[in-house]
Structure formats: C-alpha cells, structure tokens
C-alpha cells in the first residue's frame, strides 16, 4: 500500500505546483545572485587596485627622496676625476691631495643622515679608500670579503644588495648596499668600484608607516628581482621577485591575479624608471572579496525562502487546502452529516497547524525583506555615484532608476554640486573610532537633508571617508546667475548649521550650474577640485569653482628667493629669513593657487634645500639631533599652505636657535686653535690670508669672530705674542739679534729693531743691557 501512495503523491497536483514553483524561484535565484556576485567582484578588485596603486606611489616619491639625498651627496664623489687617480697620489704619497680625497669622503657622512658608511675599492691594487678606516690594503680592510666579490658582478648603473654589516662592539646592522662605478661609462671591468651603505632602518621605516591589510604584503626589489625591503610582519614568503613578476617588469605599473603559496592573490607593482627599483604590493583575493560573503549568505537564506515559498503556495493550490475549506462552508451552513463533522473537526486541527507554518514563514520573510532593504540602499548609492564621478550615459534606463529609488528630478534643468570636505581628518580620525566617526556623518546627513530638501529638489551621498556630495537640482526656467545666488544661500545656511551642531569644521567645494543630468559628472568634478583648493585658502570655507584663478601658464620655482633665503640662513640673520620667507608665501599665493600639487612639491623643495644647507655648512654639526623634530613626512601631513606655511616657520627658528648655539662654541674652539697656532709658529708667515687657508674660512670672517671672542684684532695679538717671545729670548739668552728677528717671523734684524722700538721705545741691544742689569 505505501509504494502506492508514495506514487500517488509524486502524481497530485501538490507535486505538479511544487515542480512549477520551485523551478521559477531557483531560475530567479541563480540569475540575480550571478549577476550580483560578478558585478560585486568586479567593484571590489577595481576598488583594491586604486587603494594598491596609491599606498604604491606614495611609498615610491617617499623612498625617492631619500635616494634622490643620497644622490646629491654622492655627487661630488662620482664628478672628481681625482678619485679615479687616488692610487697615484697614493703611491707618490701626495699628503694634502690624499687629506682632501679623505676629508671629501668623510663629509659625504656628516651631510647625510641617511648613509652608515661609503668606501672605494680598487680592485686592481687590492686597496680601499674608506670612510671609516682611511685607507687600509684589502686585506686589512672589515668588508673585505663583499669588496672582493664585486669583480665577479655583473651590472649596467648599479648593483643593490640588502645585507648585515659587522660593527665593532655592537650587533650586526642592516644595510641597503648600492655600488656603482667610477668611471660611470665603463667596458670590461671598471676603474674602482664606489659602495655606499644606506641605513636600512630607514628604508624600512618608509616600508612600515604605509597602513595596508594585515594580511597584504609590501616589497621593493631591484631589476634583478632581488627583495632590498618588504614590510615587517608580512605573510607573503618571497625571497625573489621574479617569483611572482617578470623582472625586470615592462610597465610603469600594472597588476594581475597570481598564485602565492597556493592562494589566490592580486599582486600590484609600480616601478620607478630613475633607480630601476620596483614597488610590489599583494593582498589574497579571500581579503578583496570578502564583502561577498554576506551577498552569499543572503543568497542561502533567499534559497531557502524559495524551498518554503514553494511549499506554502503548492499545498495552498492542491486539494489538500481546498477540500479542508469546503468541508468547513459546509459545516457553517450546518450541511454535513454528523460523520462528516468528525472529519471536519480533524481536518480543521490540519489547518491550524499550516496556519503556525505559515507565521514562521512570514517571519522567516520580514528578515529577507530588511537585508533587501538594505541592499536597496547600498544599490542606491551605487547608482547614484556612478552619476556624479563616472562618465556614464543617461538613457530611458536611467530615468527609470531615479522613478525606482523615489528621485524626482528636473533632469532638463540645472545641478549645482557641492563636496563637503571634513578638515583635519587624518587628525580626527587618529583620535576617534570608526563608530564616532559613522555616527558624526550620519547626524550631519540627516541635518543637512532636513535643511535642504524641504523645499528643493536634489539628492545628498556620502562618497569617500571624510567627503559628503550634495546635489542641488533648479527647473529649467530658473536662469543660471539665479540658481548660482540660491545655492549659494543654501549652502550658506548648511555651514552654520554644521558648525552649530559639529565640533569640527568643514570646507565646501561648489560647481558652477550646469544644465541636463548628463554633465553632473563635470559639475562634480568642479566641486572636487574646488574643495581640494583648501590647500590654498584654509580649512572652514565655501569655495565656489568659478572664483578660482585657472590657466596653463607654467610655474617657475622662487630660485632667487630661495638663494636669499639661505643665504640669511647661513648668517644666522632671522630677521631676514623671514623676510624672505614670507616672500616665499606670497609668490606662492600669487603664481600657484590653481596647482595645488606644485605648492606642496615647491615647499618641499625649499624644505630639502634648507636641511642641504645645513650639512654644507658645517660638517661636524650634529644634525641628528635637530632632525629628530624635523621630517618631511610632517610636511607632507599638512593639509593647507597655511599649515605648511607655519611648519616652515617653525623649523628656521629650529634651525637658527641651533647653529647661534653652536656656532657661539665653534668660534670660541677657532680662536683657542689659532691662538695655539700662532703661539707654535711664530717663525712662520702669519699673514690673515695665510691663516685663513689654513683653517678653511674666509680671512673676513676670520678677523670677524677673532674680535668678537677676544676684543683684539689678530694682528695686534700677533705682535704682542712676538714682542713677548723677543723680550724672553732677550732677557734670558744670549742668541744674536738676527737669529731672534729669524725665530719670530722678521725678515731681517733691522726690521725687527725697528718694530721692537715702536712697541718699547728701545732697541733690543739697549732693552737685553737694561735686563741683564736688573738680574745681576
């Protein structure tokens, strides 16, 4: 009996609408879930390859720059065709030649906080010219071994190596080894091999400040493949580029999907064409894609709604459902036979029981329909930002869209779009959490909406994290110059309101108007690089596009003004830097408002100037101190000129309060050594010019400093030093004039006679009578 059964069932018409039903649901379910799934993807991997690319350039123009001082210090070194030569000053043992060659190298140290040691090897004698040891054989030499090897490498510009270097008393230190070759043009083998050490903590400290996913990976390699750095902590097991990459790579960068340890994984690089380095950023595709996992759980519960959907109307349209409901009409109209009620009471315990089915159904339902709401939303945003920041064409779909999502827009008429940009918010984000955070847009949202859209027609989208897009929406019989006045009213009034209810202050970026729904993207646009133009003039403003000065005309960088900058600066005259200075500001504020980007490359550049001056200056400054509060990194962090105008203030006065310190200890440590000079050389030439070759300064400056820490001038000191020895050598001994005239620096005894009466009044024959007298 039970096959039977079994057999009738799969044939009722139960079965019939349940084949139907869940057929329909699942052809819907797998349509809409595919398509959402690979259109997700897609978003999301284009969103991870912005993000990659950016943290990649930044990390690029940062590391750049430390090779770029690098570079500079180098420089002379590569230039002096001295140093090819340096084995036959060497071996004719030209003293001060071999001093100069070594005071040069040792400089390249004290000007450069970035190089832990540089040496020139000369394979051809085994010799090393070396800023730590002088110059030794090869065979005395600490980094013999790696020295050795370098005729055996094979390289084009340079060869780069990160490695251990042993230091004397002190752990092995990581270093980043750069050799190039002297001459630069060479075939076969060069004349000498240059190797600089790079401190690599400090490449790695550029690695480490790049904020990525704990599960994404940083590298830079050389052309060769060979990893210098990678970010401390990272899970990506790589010991060659070329592992993952075609080195050396063919683009300026690019990505693809490659298999890391059997993951999945999307691997970003950007090369840098000046140094030949390559900048590697991977992240696994789980990480990329895991928003996607609620849209499948959603698509699990929606798979499962369908199974109950399916049974629900199916037993709804059998005879299971419509037999139970006649019986119970009957039973009303009091039709049934007493037998037919008993059943009739049985069936109707049936129908309870469907009825509980169905509440948790419907239950089951309520929560699908809130995680659809909220992927209308998400939709909605979607739509609504591919308007603003694509270039995407309005069709009669589009006008459907904004019907679907309740947008009742002129779409004839004018958009005025407004980006309002949070100021500060690297600091503010620094200082609160993400909930703060969420919470303060979503109150500043809801404000904004009350206050606009009560009477206007238009849409608010929060696009980046700090960023809220408010667009204004005029019919098309309201001229351009009156939409212009009443957005700007409106947005009037927005500013007040956010700075009554907010702590913090925002900048409004403002378009022109422009007519027809197809040109937002350009109004949005204009509203960009209006609210960008805070950089400019400060943080708290409403910033309207059509007021800022634009043009192509090229921007020259201040380089007289520079010049005079540092040259006051070299004096120590803080007045007069800041003169200059505020020169500096205007000339920025004049020829560069509408380059946003060459403000903060020419501040920059005066910042990297200004440091350079410093180690030119002086060699034996420890300027390791004064760098510990001065960084470009901080510069770069300031978001207006204004901030960057105040950090710059900030750091001359650093700068002059420092080397008027140092300079005061200096000058007193120059006098003691010319003084002691003089005291030991009587005999010789002691002219100023004689004495400023000799200590390195200007005989100006020299006679400058020597009067201000003694209050002679060094003529007189001389010539009381020499009359002071005379009067000894007279009173004491009986050596004859003319050997004493020799012995102070006279050229003959008639001129010391005559200079000695000048001072005493006496010959030197009459003042040693006189003496002798007096010690008899």
Known sequence: MKPSH?????????????YYFIGLSLLITITLGGSLYYYSSSVLREEAITSNTNSLTLLRNAQELVLAEVDKSMGNIFLDSFY??????YK???????????AKLDDVLSTNNYIDSVYIYYHKDAFVLSSQQGPVPLSDFGDKQFASELTSKTFEKSYVKTRLVKKNLKPDESVITIVKAIPIYFTGLPTAYVVINIKGMYIQQVVDSIQTNQNAGIMVADQAGNIITQKAGSNVNITNASEILQMPVGKETDYSVKKIDGVETLVSYMSSEKYGWTYIYTIPMSIVTYKIQLWARTALLFGVFVLLFSVFFSFLFSNRISSPLKRMLSLLRNDLAPEDKKQELTSLKGIKQIERNVTRILDKNRNLENMLQDYEIYSRNQFLRALLVEKEDVTAKTFERLAYYGLTLETDGSFVTCLISMDQYAKFSHEHSEKVRNTLFLQMKESLNNLVFQNQKGFILELETNQIALVLNFGPRIEISEAKQIAYAILKEAQAL????????FTFGVSTPYIGLEQLN??????????????????????????MEKGEKHIAYPVSIERNLLNSLKMGDSGAVTGYFAEFETYMGQQATDHIEIVRSFFLQLFSSSITCIYEMDSDLEVGVLMQNVTYTDLLREETMHGMVAYMSNVYDQIITYLEAKRNVKNQELVDKVKAFILNHLGLDLSQERLSEQFYISSSYLRKIFKDETGET???????????KAKELLAHTSVKISDIAEQIGYMSGQSFSKAFKLEEGKTPIAYREEQQRVLK
């Open 522 to 547: 350009v109004s949005y646009y204009e509203a960009t690089v209006a609210a960008n133009y805070k950089l400019i003039l400060g943080n708290n403003n409403i910033i309207l596009y059509e007021n």
């Open 714 to 724: 060094i003529k007189d000191f001389i010539l009381a030093e020499r009359m002071r």
């Open 6 to 18: 079994d057999k009738s069932l799969l044939t009722s018409n139960f079965a019939e609408y349940f």
């Open 84 to 89: 090819a030569s340096y084995m036959d000053y």
């Open 92 to 102: 004719k043992q030209d003293m001060i030649t071999l001093q100069m060659l070594q």
């Open 498 to 505: 956010i700075a009554v209810t907010d702590a913090y202050t």
